[in-house]
């Protein structure tokens, strides 16, 4: 493993894992991204399967957005959980979403910009 020299070459370490992380790019803001939270117990839940349904809906629906699976957020007791982030906006998380409550996340929140039912507290902090 590379040995990290200076505060500027860990900054540009940083970007290029974002940049991975991220599909829709650093500092962009035109496409809604979806994280479908598929670790165990999002698997166990059916994550799987929400992850399926919000790909085919939203390629029905002519809906612009990217939607990757991710690790545990630790929300198993509302799994299965997704992420979603509006351009510009700040990241929202659903609890206990099934095809049901997907659908309404896409129509109301993703299309309409109206809250849903089913938001999560953020317990995480975000390291800038």
């Not at 650093?26 to 839940?45: C, P, Q, Y």
């Not at 957020?73 to 997907?102: H, R, S, W």
């Not at 109301?108 to 109206?114: M, R, S, T």
């Amino acid at each position: 493993m590379k040995t990290i020299k200076s505060p500027e070459e860990l900054k540009r370490l940083r970007n290029e894992i974002l940049g991975r992380r991220h599909p829709k790019g650093e500092g962009t803001n035109d496409k809604v991204l979806i994280r479908v939270h598929s670790g165990t117990s999002g698997l166990a839940s059916g994550a799987n399967e929400i992850f399926d349904f919000i790909t085919l809906e939203l390629e029905k629906r002519n809906i612009d957005a990217v939607v990757i699976r991710t690790g545990d957020m630790g929300y198993c007791f509302a799994e299965p959980t997704i992420e979603v982030t509006l351009p510009g906006k700040q990241p929202v998380v659903f609890g206990y979403v099934d095809k049901l409550k997907a659908d309404e996340i896409i129509e109301k929140y993703i299309k309409g910009g109206g809250l849903v039912e089913g938001i999560l507290p953020v317990n995480y902090q975000t390291i800038e």
